[in-house]
C-alpha cells in the first residue's frame, strides 16, 4: 500500500502561483511513477502531468503545458506541481496519484491516490 496525502491548494488570483505537494508513505516512493490529476464539478478527472520513477522524463497535458512543472524528491518521498500563470479554469480538486509501472497519462493506469487538494482561481 502508499499512502497520499496532497497540499498547497487554495484560493489565488488569475496570473497567480501555487505549488502543490504530494507526500508518500508506505512502499518505496522511487518504485512509484506520479502523476497529476484534476477533477471539476461535473467533469471527468483530467490528466495533468506525470514524472518517471527516476525523475528523468515528465509529460503535460497540453493545457498546462509551459505553465505547470511537476518534480520529485525521492530523498523526501514528494512529488511537487509548482502552477504558475494560473487561470479561471484551472480551478478542480488536484489528486495525485502512484502508479507501479511505467509512467501513464489515463487514470486508470494508476494504483494509488490521493485524497484531493482544492484549487481555486478567481478571475
Known amino acids: 500500500q502508499v499512502q497520499l496525502v496532497e497540499s498547497g491548494g487554495g484560493l489565488v488570483q488569475a496570473g497567480g502561483s501555487l505549488r502543490l505537494s504530494c507526500a508518500a508513505s508506505g512502499r518505496t516512493f522511487s518504485d512509484y511513477a506520479m502523476g497529476w490529476f484534476r477533477q471539476a464539478p461535473g467533469k471527468e478527472r483530467d490528466f495533468v502531468a506525470a514524472?518517471?520513477?527516476?525523475?528523468?522524463?515528465?509529460y503535460y497535458a497540453t493545457s498546462v503545458k509551459g505553465r505547470f512543472t511537476i518534480s520529485r524528491d525521492n530523498a523526501k518521498n514528494t512529488v511537487y506541481l509548482q502552477m504558475n500563470s494560473l487561470k479561471p479554469e484551472d480551478t478542480a480538486v488536484y489528486y495525485c496519484a502512484a502508479a507501479h509501472k511505467d509512467v501513464g497519462t489515463s487514470w486508470f493506469e494508476y494504483d494509488y491516490w490521493g485524497q484531493g487538494t482544492q484549487v481555486t482561481v478567481s478571475s
Open positions: 514524472i518517471s520513477w527516476s525523475g528523468g522524463s515528465t
